[in-house]
């Protein structure tokens, strides 16, 4: 199971850290992704991280998005910065191997 929180509103510029706690599973043994919704669009993949702990981040959020996880908390997390309002959208982990996403969470920057 993948559960997400941390999203909300928030003004251009701002920040947000989502988390996802996963349980039934080893996270830390497991490829994970972050991946989004905007309204009325498809998803779209903006952050991989892997068992090695190797990240990779999709050219639109380069530069201002971390992917990271805690493994004793057993925990995914995607730091945003400098958020623009086209990074409105719900937010998704991934389980890569099987596809299992969570129920997401909503980020909406606007002023």
């Known amino acids: 199971q993948l559960v997400e929180s941390g999203g909300g509103l928030v003004q251009p510029g701002g920040a947000l850290r989502l988390s996802c706690a996963a349980s039934g599973f080893n996270l830390s043994a497991s490829a994970m992704s972050w991946v989004r919704q905007a309204p009325g669009k498809g998803l779209e993949r903006v952050s991989v991280?892997?068992?090695?702990?190797?990240?990779w981040l999709s050219d639109s959020v380069k530069g201002r998005f971390i992917i990271s996880r805690d493994n004793a908390k057993n925990t995914l997390y995607l730091q945003m910065n400098s958020l623009k309002p086209e990074d409105t959208a719900v937010y998704y982990c991934?389980?890569?191997?099987?596809?299992?996403r969570g129920q997401g969470t909503q980020v909406t920057v606007s002023s």
């Open positions: 991280i892997n068992r090695a702990g190797s990240t």
């Open positions: 991934v389980l890569i191997e099987t596809s299992l």
